[in-house]
């Protein structure tokens, strides 16, 4: 079993950058594919970016390939998402979970409680 706490989420201008976090729990943390989704007010939760266990690949939504860069170590059981060129429709709550590999929620067993992410024009 993995748990998970995202922090990093505050309050950004347009075009700035943010790294936001995902500490995780459990011996067995390298053997999960790790994901980060978000959820907009009034919208409902999307996917952002995946990363396999071993790190070596990688995949994202549209909106965020080229602005935003999944990572991991696995040595520390943290993973990261770095979001740059940040926009106002980047406003939204980000989660991070553990489970398989792929971009369906479905996918993911192991969910934090989120970390807001604000971008102010």
């Known amino acids: 079993q993995v748990q998970v706490v995202e922090s990093g989420g505050t309050l950004v201008l347009a075009g700035g950058s943010l790294r936001l976090s995902c500490a995780a729990s459990?011996?067995?943390?390298?053997?999960?594919?790790m994901g980060w989704f978000r959820q907009a007010p009034g919208q409902g939760r999307e996917f952002v970016a995946t990363?396999?266990?071993?790190?070596?690949?990688?995949y994202y939504a549209l909106s965020v390939k080229g602005r935003f860069t999944i990572s991991r170590d696995n040595v520390k059981n943290m993973v990261y998402l770095q979001m740059n060129s940040l926009e106002p429709e980047d406003t939204a709550m980000y989660y991070c979970?553990?489970?398989?590999?792929?971009?369906?929620?479905?996918?993911?067993?192991?969910w934090g409680q989120g970390t807001q992410v604000t971008v102010s024009s």
């Open positions: 979970a553990a489970g398989s590999y792929g971009t369906n929620q479905r996918s993911y067993d192991y």
């Open positions: 459990g011996r067995t943390f390298s053997t999960y594919a």
């Open positions: 990363i396999s266990a071993t790190g070596g690949v990688t």
